[in-house]
């Protein structure tokens, strides 16, 4: 299909080890969009790219959480040293534009991150 | 803090009921507003949209949302749910020039048959 594609579906780390997801959004898409979304809770934005600039990551909750994308198309969101608190869905989305213009965005499936 | 407010947590409704879902934000200035959806092992996908124009917008499946700027609201309707509307419903902001859309705490509605 031609949606967002995030892999792996599911993710069960220990605490203490590195994980990496997986984002492919729907090509020809300038933006890319993290999103953190824990059980109950709507997502929250981690992270922004534009092609292959990171415009903002005000949302990353820690220096442990790091997202690169340095084609401007696939996205990595590694996160080092999982603790629990990490566990949760995590939810790329991309754009056909961005910036000031109006647009908007298609979600892929999610990776739930389990730490235990 | 600037945030999302959805008012119901889980709602529950008989087919051909009607349903309104409420949504309030906390953003001064000029704002993109959505509706999303999620149905039960889907993805979320977009529901309808305010930009600017009428403040009654209408969406797919027979949803309609209206913005009222002076009460800060942007409550989803539908004049009578069926048992496929059972999903997660989320409100989103987007404020103009930013990148970080939010999300209210959704509202999960069952239709029963």
């Known amino acids: 299909g031609a949606g967002v594609s995030q892999s792996p579906r599911y993710k069960v780390a220990k605490r203490g080890q590195d994980v990496a997801l997986r984002c492919d959004p729907i090509s020809g898409h300038v933006s890319l969009f993290w999103y953190q979304q824990a059980l109950g809770q709507g997502p929250e934005f981690l992270t922004y790219?534009?092609?292959?600039?990171?415009?903002?990551k005000s949302g990353l909750p820690s220096d442990r959480f790091f997202a690169e994308r340095p084609e401007g198309s696939v996205s990595t969101l590694k996160i080092q040293r999982t603790q629990q608190e990490d566990s949760a869905v995590y939810l790329c989305?991309?754009?056909?534009?961005?910036?000031?213009?109006?647009?908007?965005?298609?979600f892929g499936p999610g990776t739930r991150l389990t730490v235990t | 803090a600037q945030s999302v407010s959805q008012h119901n947590h889980h709602v529950i409704l008989s087919e051909a009921a009607s349903l309104e879902l409420g949504c309030n934000y906390s953003y001064g200035g000029t704002v993109n507003l959505f509706w999303y959806v999620q149905y039960p092992g889907q993805h979320l996908q977009l529901l309808l949209k305010?930009?600017?124009?009428?403040?009654l917008v209408k969406g797919i499946k027979g949803f309609e949302a209206e913005f009222i700027k002076s009460k800060f609201s942007f409550n989803l309707r539908k004049p009578s749910v069926q048992w496929s509307d059972t999903a997660e419903y989320f409100c989103a902001v987007l404020t103009r020039g930013g990148n970080d859309m939010r999300f209210g705490a959704g509202t999960r509605l069952t239709v029963k048959p």
């Open positions: 989305a991309s754009s056909l534009v961005g910036g000031q213009l109006l647009y908007e965005q298609y």
């Open positions: 305010y930009f600017s124009g009428d403040p």
């Open positions: 790219f534009q092609n292959e600039a990171q415009l903002d």
